[in-house]
Every structure is written in structure tokens, then in C-alpha cells.
């Protein structure tokens, strides 16, 4: 769980704190962060109104015990179980079981080796619901500029034992 604590990797990797700044540019983006302590309040006072305190419970606690878990899941077990099909420069591994439970998130040495990318899935035979949401949103027009790794960053990354994960 040390990865929590250890703000210095990320400086020393991204340069500061924050790397998101093509998602600040984004209206729509900045409106969320400006009104996000009001989206679970509304979440909490809709969940009560359509079914009291079971529906709070479990649209609000139980999912959010569920999501901490599968994050730090994710993060620790894909750091030492699993297979590495690129030269990501770390010990992060793809898991598959991890990627059922997590939708696509067990890919996690797709992730570390392409930060960048929408995709974690990288093979047609890794499932990654993220990545098919992702994609119906472009599909629709509301997800642009999708990033996607090319296959000369493929190559480029590739250990010598092939992709398979």
C-alpha cells in the first residue's frame, strides 16, 4: 500500500502532481471539479428518494468500500502476480482475474507501459469494459482525441518473450 504514500515517484516521474492538464482545459471538466462535493450529496439524496436507507447503503457505502478495495486490489496484487508483456521499467503485471473483477483495470502492465492510452486491453482477448464505454462514448462524439498506443510504441516497449500476457 506504499504506493498511496509515495508522492515523490509520481514528481519524479510526471515532473509534478498533477498530469492532467488536457483534461483541464475542458469546460466540462472544470465544471466537475468545481461542483464535486455536490455530486454525492445529490447521488446520497437521490439514492434515499427512490429507495431510504438500503438504497443509501448500498449505492453509497457499500459501493464506495467495494471501489477502495478493488483500487488498492489492483495496485498490490498486479505489482507481484501476473505476467509483464512490456518493458515498462517497473514490476507492474497484467492479471486476468484482476481484469474481470476490475473491468479492464488488471491490465496493469498495458497501463504502466502506456499511461497514456484508453485502452488497457491492448489484445482482442483481454476484456476491458473501461475501453468498450470509452469507445461507445467516441462513437457518440463525446470522447475525443482517444489516445491509443501505434505499433511502433508496441515494438518499441516489447520484451523479447513476445506479447503474450
Known sequence: MSWLFDTNSIVQKCGKLNNVG???????Y????STYHAHP???A???YVLGGVP???WG???RIVWFYHITWLVNSVCHVWGKQAWNAGDLSRNNWWVAILTFGEGWHNNHHA???SARHGLEWWQLDMTWYVVRLLQVLGLATDVK???EAQKQRLALNMGNAS
Not at 22 to 28: A, I, R, T, V
Not at 30 to 33: T, V, W, Y
Open 30 to 33: 472544470r465544471f466537475l471539479q
Open 55 to 57: 438504497f443509501l447503503v
Open 148 to 150: 491509443l498506443p501505434n
Open 60 to 62: 453509497m457505502g457499500v
Open 114 to 116: 502506456f499511461e497514456y
Open 41 to 43: 450529496i445529490a447521488l
Open 22 to 28: 488536457d483534461l483541464q482545459k475542458q469546460p466540462f
Open 45 to 47: 439524496v437521490l439514492l
